[in-house]
């Protein structure tokens, strides 16, 4: 059985949205949401919510409004599972037909790590949200959009790590460990997800920073210079992106303001990281 795991938090619209379209998914599976810190009517409507699978709902982060964080909150889901698989999946990511089965699938070798096609809406594409079209996938690819993995391995590796409370940085930590551990990554074209990304179209560039940040703790928890090349963070990259990216951002539409604000919010946790040794 495949455990979907949904952390949610105060997107009860986008979150039904998910949960009843995969009312029509094939294969045998169980929903656990991790509703962190919600504090508007997600509770009330998972109260009152029926779906032909079974569905577990927990909840972290009470009273702290904010949550504690998705890295956190889909270990607690995993702890929940009842699965041997974990199919991790955002509450603003929209499975298409045959997901399900299509990630069930991929699983015919031992320590595989599937994953599947994400695509974004027309208006959202080179925004810089998150767009997997393949045919290769990496490391850096495992997310908690669009991922599936035998829950022994994620056991193994420790699961996320909840440090990544804020936003970015948990899912290429994560991936760099299975990555070090071994797994056999693939690419499923079949199991198609739609990213609506809704944050995206407000706080586009807000986020871009956050991310620069956040990749760069990754790098400095690891040590291992071929994250910071993976994932753009290293220092002499960051210096041609913020030297060439003012002038040519243009060029580039949206992609390019996120660009810019994703080296510069690398470039800040760089130097504050300095000041903090010295």
């Known amino acids: 059985m495949i455990s979907v795991i949904v952390p949610t938090h105060n997107r009860r619209t986008l979150l039904e949205k998910k949960l009843r379209g995969l009312e029509t998914q094939a ?3 169980e929903v656990i ?5 919600c504090t508007d009517d997600t ?3 998972l109260q009152g919510y029926h779906p032909p699978y079974p569905l577990q ?3 972290t982060g009470q009273g702290y409004g904010q949550g504690l964080g998705a890295a956190n909150a889909r270990n607690q889901g995993a702890k929940a599972a009842r699965g041997n698989l974990l199919l991790f999946s955002d509450d603003d990511v929209m499975p298409q037909a045959g997901w399900i089965e299509a990630h069930r699938r991929a699983h015919t070798h031992p320590r595989t790590v599937a994953v599947g096609r994400l ?3 027309p208006e959202l594409r080179g925004s810089g949200a998150a767009e997997l079209l393949g045919p290769k996938a990496f490391w850096w690819h495992v997310t908690g959009n669009n991922t599936s993995m035998p829950k022994a391995l994620f056991e193994e ?4 790590d909840p440090a990544f409370s804020a936003y970015g940085g948990e899912d290429s930590d994560l991936g760099y460990r299975l ?3 071994g797994m056999r990554l693939v690419f499923v074209r079949e199991a198609v997800a739609l ?3 809704p944050e995206h179209r407000t706080r586009a560039v807000q986020k871009a920073r956050q991310a620069g940040a956040a990749h760069v703790r990754v790098w400095q928890k690891h040590g291992d210079p071929r994250i910071a090349w993976a994932l753009g963070v290293h220092p002499t990259l960051l210096a041609v992106k913020m030297a060439l990216l003012p002038s040519l951002k243009g060029l580039l539409g949206g992609r390019g303001d996120y660009e810019l604000a994703f080296a510069w919010g690398a470039w800040e946790a760089l130097e504050a990281s300095k000041n903090t040794r010295t």
Do not use: K, S
Request: no cysteine; glycine share 14%.
């Open 119 to 121: 695509i974004l809406p």
């Open 195 to 197: 990213h609506e990304a």
């Open 33 to 37: 949401v991790v509703a962190d810190g």
């Open 27 to 29: 294969g045998e599976l």
């Open 57 to 59: 709902v927990l909840q």
């Open 179 to 181: 990555m070090r551990a």
């Open 43 to 45: 509770l009330a409507f």
């Open 157 to 160: 590796v420790g699961g996320y």
